[in-house]
């Protein structure tokens, strides 16, 4: 199939977006899915030592690894073309992730999850730029959109799809993985490579220009707040109104459902304020959301504040990434949106870092609402950022 170049992109077959749609919601499922596992892996390797704590890196390590590895696979993209590397990470989370239905030691399965996180990376990175890459930019409100659509709508199926396989045992979850194998053939009849250049027109911004290093900015401060959610949410659930396992997950599906109706109308919000403003939004929403949640004192004030968080979630990956794609040149997308990607893991594993010694100090309630003053104030900055625009 002979590749186009970037200037030469009309509006694709609608079996392209859709794959690259699908694609999209393997990352959200990464972690979600084995959650409901947990304790019945923690009772399966009781007698293994350091249990609980490699139990709970199953879960965790995917992150670090997408952190390390998003910039160099971005980086080798740019050199082998995004299909190839797209392919080859959907192998990796083919293998890494079916691994736990097979293995039987923790540390294999460590092995297993490093590979996963290897494989989101690269599926992060280059399903963002083709995205992109095949749409021109007058589509490219619309198509993010519905890939934030689509990552919300994959959270859900992942928390209900997880809990239910994780019934049949610890080792069901771990079969959610599998989807990758008909995603991946997908993608070899689908989604043909482009050939990268600068369009007419097009801003030929580097990774590493002001704008890019403030946007990663705004992702880590904002997955650093968010992440207080489904981190710490449980907990505080518990404590304000006694909620079990059933009421925090369906309050947590209520935030991804909330990211699925943004996404969906995303196009709209897009043809009226530009990003600066939607990205203003999207703090303001995590502000008033957390600070609900951590004055909540009741199950319904708490939940309020959750779908509103959810609102400022899906408002988030679509604007960022949106705003990166059209401040760099074609040909530096996937090594932005790799940095992108590294500081959106960098914040969700620096976000329970940053939390627990203000828990043991000031309580859930009250790190609920500090992380809502963060979300303020980087609501603040962005409005005088844009006050002498303006004027």
């Given at each position: 199939?002979?590749?186009?170049?970037?200037?030469?992109?009309?509006?694709?077959?609608?079996?392209?977006?859709?794959?690259?749609?699908?694609?999209?919601?393997?990352?959200?499922?990464?972690?979600?899915?084995?959650?409901?596992?947990?304790?019945?892996?923690?009772?399966?390797?009781?007698?293994?030592?350091?249990?609980?704590?490699?139990?709970?890196?199953?879960?965790?390590?995917?992150?670090?690894?997408?952190?390390?590895?998003?910039?160099?696979?971005a980086r080798l993209s740019g050199r082998t073309g995004r299909v190839p590397v797209l392919v080859?990470?959907?192998?990796?989370?083919?293998?890494?992730?079916?691994?736990?239905?097979?293995?039987?030691?923790?540390?294999?399965?460590?092995?297993?999850?490093?590979?996963?996180?290897?494989?989101?990376?690269?599926i992060m990175t280059t399903s963002t730029a083709l995205l992109a890459d095949h749409h021109p930019?007058?589509?490219?409100?619309?198509?993010?959109?519905?890939?934030?659509?689509?990552?919300?709508?994959?959270?859900?199926?992942?928390?209900?799809?997880?809990?239910?396989?994780?019934?049949?045992?610890?080792?069901?979850?771990?079969?959610?993985?599998?989807?990758?194998?008909?995603?991946?053939?997908?993608?070899?009849?689908?989604?043909?490579?482009?050939?990268?250049q600068p369009a007419q027109g097009v801003s030929e911004g580097t990774p590493w220009q002001r704008?890019?290093?403030?946007?990663?900015?705004?992702?880590?401060?904002?997955?650093?707040?968010?992440?207080?959610?489904?981190?710490?949410?449980?907990?505080?659930?518990?404590?304000?109104?006694?909620?079990?396992?059933?009421?925090?997950?369906?309050?947590?599906?209520?935030?991804?459902?909330?990211?699925?109706?943004?996404?969906?109308?995303?196009?709209?919000?897009?043809?009226?304020?530009?990003?600066?403003?939607?990205?203003?939004?999207?703090?303001?929403?995590?502000?008033?959301?957390?600070?609900?949640?951590?004055?909540?004192?009741?199950?319904?004030?708490?939940?309020?504040?959750?779908?509103?968080?959810?609102?400022?979630?899906?408002?988030?990956?679509?604007?960022?990434?949106?705003?990166?794609?059209?401040?760099?040149?074609?040909?530096?997308?996937?090594?932005?949106?790799?940095?992108?990607?590294?500081?959106?893991?960098?914040?969700?594993?620096?976000?329970?870092?940053?939390?627990?010694?203000?828990?043991?100090?000031?309580?859930?309630?009250?790190?609920?609402?500090?992380?809502?003053?963060?979300?303020?104030?980087?609501?603040?900055?962005?409005?005088?950022?844009?006050?002498?625009?303006?004027?």
């Open positions: 199939m002979t590749a186009t170049t970037v200037a030469d992109v009309r509006r694709p077959p609608k079996s392209l977006l859709v794959t690259l749609l699908g694609v999209s919601t393997m990352t959200i499922m990464a972690s979600a899915t084995i959650t409901p596992a947990l304790p019945g892996m923690e009772r399966h390797f009781a007698g293994e030592p350091h249990a609980q704590l490699l139990v709970r890196l199953v879960l965790t390590l995917p992150g670090l690894l997408i952190m390390l590895s998003a910039p160099l696979l080859a990470c959907l192998a990796l989370y083919t293998v890494g992730g079916g691994s736990g239905l097979v293995l039987d030691s923790l540390p294999g399965l460590l092995v297993g999850r490093a590979l996963l996180g290897v494989g989101i990376a690269g930019a007058g589509e490219h409100g619309r198509v993010l959109g519905l890939q934030g659509a689509a990552m919300g709508f994959g959270g859900v199926v992942a928390m209900l799809l997880g809990g239910v396989l994780a019934t049949e045992g610890w080792r069901g979850p771990f079969a959610v993985y599998l989807l990758a194998v008909p995603m991946l053939v997908l993608v070899l009849r689908f989604v043909p490579e482009v050939a990268v704008r890019s290093l403030g946007l990663y900015a705004l992702m880590f401060l904002g997955v650093v707040a968010f992440y207080t959610v489904p981190t710490q949410a449980p907990f505080w659930l518990a404590e304000v109104g006694g909620a079990g396992p059933v009421v925090t997950g369906a309050l947590i599906a209520a935030v991804n459902l909330a990211m699925t109706l943004v996404g969906l109308n995303y196009r709209r919000l897009r043809t009226r304020w530009d990003f600066p403003a939607l990205a203003t939004a999207m703090f303001a929403a995590l502000a008033v959301g957390l600070f609900l949640v951590g004055s909540a004192g009741t199950l319904w004030t708490a939940g309020l504040g959750m779908v509103v968080v959810g609102v400022g979630v899906g408002l988030q990956n679509p604007t960022i990434n949106g705003w990166l794609v059209a401040s760099v040149s074609p040909g530096a997308r996937t090594k932005a949106l790799g940095l992108l990607t590294s500081a959106l893991f960098l914040g969700q594993f620096s976000s329970p870092l940053i939390a627990q010694p203000l828990i043991d100090t000031v309580g859930l309630g009250t790190t609920f609402v500090l992380a809502g003053t963060l979300a303020a104030v980087v609501t603040g900055a962005l409005i005088i950022t844009r006050l002498p625009r303006r004027r």
